[in-house]
């Protein structure tokens, strides 16, 4: 079992950055794949990004491409999420998540294990 926290999250101009944070506990953090997912108000939760366990691959959401980054270092059981030039789009409640599944990381039924979530407010 793995226990996340994010932080990291603000409110910010639009054009701004932001890095986001995701601390988990245990000792087999490289075990799992990991995901952020966003959810703004009145809508469903949605797929931002994915690594997988090693770091050698990662995947993104076509709206972030370009502009997030994540990235991950498992020495410090951490998962960041580097997101450049925001938009107010890219306003929600980023949530991290982590998969011991052999599923397709854009789907978050793939994820055992979430986050409680930071807010990310983008002004305009």
């Known amino acids: 079992q793995v226990q996340l926290v994010e932080s990291g999250g603000g409110l910010v101009q639009a054009g701004a950055s932001l890095r986001l944070s995701c601390a988990a506990s245990?000792?087999?953090?490289?075990?799992?794949?990991m995901g952020w997912f966003r959810q703004a108000p009145g809508k469903e939760r949605e797929f931002v990004a994915a690594?997988?366990?090693?770091?050698?691959?990662?995947y993104y959401a076509d709206s972030v491409k370009g502009r997030f980054t994540i990235s991950r270092d498992n020495a410090k059981n951490t998962v960041y999420l580097q997101m450049n030039s925001l938009k107010p789009e890219d306003t929600a409640v980023y949530y991290c998540a982590a998969s011991a599944l052999i599923r397709p990381l854009i789907y978050s039924t793939s994820y055992s294990y979430w986050g409680q979530g930071t807010q990310v407010t983008v002004s305009s």
């Open positions: 245990g000792r087999t953090f490289s075990s799992y794949n």
């Open positions: 690594i997988v366990r090693s770091g050698g691959s990662t």
